[in-house]
């Protein structure tokens, strides 16, 4: 292994030991030391990295994201294809209309009650490093450019049906995705009725746009 890529290792090293301590500790446990012994390596060799904690959490926040980008990559790109398809699609069928409900609200389902294991692992750590935003500006700023790509996509979705509002309804699907990712997390996947988080979802997505004329 070259040197280049024995610092990289180290580095990838440390960055997963900092949020598996975030996970288990909060931010205020993100020391040296804590992560050090998560990393199973010297703490000079992270203050040789990362000369802060503030550089450190920084460092490990964007870790993070990437990991983020490539699995939340999958209902992305899904959702994307099925808005693409949805432009061909009559939308003055009402059969053709709940099917495209009833796809798009099962996509929206998976990305706020995840059934994967590294979805929810993400999802918690997306909590924690948004409890931290107003102390950190440079994490607050790539989440809410994050949030407006999501923001957008929604909009496109509720124009495909003519809503005269797109960007409230927009808004107002991304506060109850918030809502039940946080209930999600509070109360674990088994104790959460998808049924309902399904029903909610469907029935917000039907409040949002306008009947058939």
Known sequence: MSDNNRSQFSKDTILEATLYVLLEEGIKGIKFQSVSEKAGVYPSSISYHFKTIENLIESAFYFYMAHY????????????SLIDGFSNTNLTSETDRNKIL???CQVLLEIATPQDDQHIYLMELDRLFRNELSNYPAIAKKIAAQDLIDIELMET??????SPHPHADAIHLMALLSHLNAQFLRH????????????????????????IS
Do not use: C, V, W
Not at 69 to 80: I, K, L, Q
């Open 69 to 80: 980008h490539r699995e939340m990559s999958e209902y992305r790109d899904y959702a994307n």
């Open 188 to 211: 674990g996947p088994t104790m959460i009725n998808r049924d309902d988080s399904q029903k909610l979802i469907l029935t917000l997505l039907k409040k949002s746009i306008p009947p």
């Open 102 to 104: 009833n796809q798009y």
């Open 157 to 162: 979705f509720f124009r495909l049906f003519n």
